[in-house]
């Protein structure tokens, strides 16, 4: 199993720049089936999830050729709507393919994604809204076959602002007779850029960002590809170098941000006491030893404080003065990385969905194992900070999020070195 392999007590210091978006990606991607044509998408991260997205595309018949971040997407001959069951299992998020290919091809099979290590990850709300829009949907031998030969517009109300589930009813929106609205819908930054791309295909979508987002279905001579588009920066990539910078109490400069994505982490970071000094796309963060507890974090939807950034802030809430109360809402089971940062001597108690951590004046090294993408940074991270030499196992979880994570430390004096 790869691993990390970490000499702590290094402060952080430097310039880095922020890879683009995996969760803006993946959708982006996916939507390009909507299209038959050459699109052209830049900034794409060089990730795991990423090549498993375009193995499947290339699979169902799309032509892909890549050169450094630029990504080019040929979906003029898809012709298959069946997505390969051992690539869906690799990475859930492929379940947004189901809303382009019901979009395009007006049928579409794929495997059910199962639960991961962070929770039961159903996809009822994916299904609920599709069958509202006319979609009969058939479950047989652990696949959903989906079929809509009049594919309409709905009004959909979603129980949950799920991420997914918003970006798959866009997709499939955008060809369905008449309009969809979308009630209580996700407002990441990441559904406002596919929304963005569709656009610039041709779609007619608005609202993305609110609760509220309205599509007008159109005819598929009506969408073009893109031929020039780039992803947003990834704020939670971004988020991750800030709390290394703050948890080695050091001082990092980050280029490629999009400030207004960055404001749910930055209050928190704030309020430990960093310092933070922001320009139109960097933000410079000093973190020194004075840095303090939080009475409250909870992780919410967008724009409240993202789930994904809840394991990096555990780590660094483990190695500041005082008592931190964090409540992770999004997910029921994600608090993983909980066990490991004891191993290095954090003080930290979980009580269902809230972990008291008790902060203590320095983590020592460990030997620990990475159990999900956003587990394995934040070991890393406290690692960084720890006494001695850790060995963070599964470094193949980070790999799916983080792009040259190891380069990237380095080149801010960190000593890390990663092992097959
Ligand atoms: C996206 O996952 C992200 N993944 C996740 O990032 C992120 O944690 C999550 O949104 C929340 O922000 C990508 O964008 C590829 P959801 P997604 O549907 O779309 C429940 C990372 O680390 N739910 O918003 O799968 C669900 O179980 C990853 O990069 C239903 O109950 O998240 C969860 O508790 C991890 N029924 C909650 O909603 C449904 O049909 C949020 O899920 C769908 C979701």
């Not at 970006?167 to 008449?178: D, H, Q, R």
């Not at 159109?218 to 588009?229: A, M, Q, R």
């Not at 993408?373 to 690692?383: D, F, K, S």
Request: hydrophobic fraction near 40%; proline fraction near 4%; charge should be neutral.
């Amino acid at each position: 199993m790869g691993a990390y392999v970490i000499t702590g007590g290094k402060s952080l210091s430097g310039k880095i720049r922020v890879q683009g978006s995996k969760n803006s990606s993946l959708p982006i991607l996916a939507s390009t089936l909507l299209n038959a044509g050459k699109n052209v998408i830049k900034d794409v991260p060089n990730l795991k999830d990423i090549k498993v997205m375009t193995d499947i595309l290339e699979k169902l018949g799309a032509k892909v050729s890549k050169s450094g971040n630029i990504l080019e997407m040929d979906s003029s001959n898809v012709n298959i709507w069946e997505v390969p069951e051992d690539l869906m299992r690799e990475m859930r998020s492929s379940i947004v393919l189901m809303g382009p290919l019901l979009g395009r091809f007006k049928k579409v099979r794929v495997s059910y994604p199962g639960g991961c290590e962070i929770g039961p990850r159903p996809i009822d709300l994916h299904l609920k809204g599709l069958s509202l829009m006319g979609a009969t949907l058939r479950e047989k031998h652990g696949f959903i076959y989906a079929e809509a030969p009049a594919l309409r517009g709905a009004d959909i109300h979603l129980d949950f602002p799920s991420v997914g589930a918003t970006e798959n009813l866009m997709m499939a929106g955008v060809l369905a007779n008449g309009k969809t609205i979308i009630r209580n819908a996700a407002k990441e930054p990441e559904i406002v850029d596919l929304q963005n791309f569709l656009n610039r295909m041709g779609a007619h979508i608005k609202g993305a960002g609110t609760d509220t987002i309205k599509i007008d279905g159109c005819g598929s001579d009506e969408l073009k590809p893109v031929e020039d588009y780039t992803v947003i920066p990834d704020r939670i990539v971004a988020g991750t170098y800030l709390v290394a910078a703050a948890i080695t109490r050091g001082q990092v400069t980050l280029k490629n941000v999009v400030l207004e994505h960055m404001e749910p982490i930055l209050a928190k970071l704030r309020e430990t006491g960093c310092k933070l000094e922001c320009c139109d796309d960097c933000i410079n963060l000093t973190a020194d030893t004075t840095l303090r507890s939080l009475d409250s974090l909870r992780t919410l939807p967008y724009p409240g404080f993202p789930t994904d950034m809840q394991a990096p802030m555990m780590a660094l809430l483990a190695t500041v003065e005082g008592t931190s109360i964090l409540t992770e809402t999004v997910f029921e089971n994600r608090f993983k990385h909980a066990e490991e940062l004891r191993r290095m001597g954090a003080h930290i108690t979980i009580n269902g969905n809230t972990a008291i951590i008790k902060g203590v004046r320095k983590l020592t090294g460990a030997i620990v194992e990475a159990k999900d993408l956003r587990a394995g940074a934040a070991l890393v991270i406290a690692a960084l900070a720890a006494e001695g030499e850790t060995t963070v196992y599964g470094s193949s979880h980070v790999e799916r999020g983080y792009e040259r994570l190891e380069d990237n430390l380095s080149s801010l004096g960190a000593e890390i070195v990663k092992k097959k």
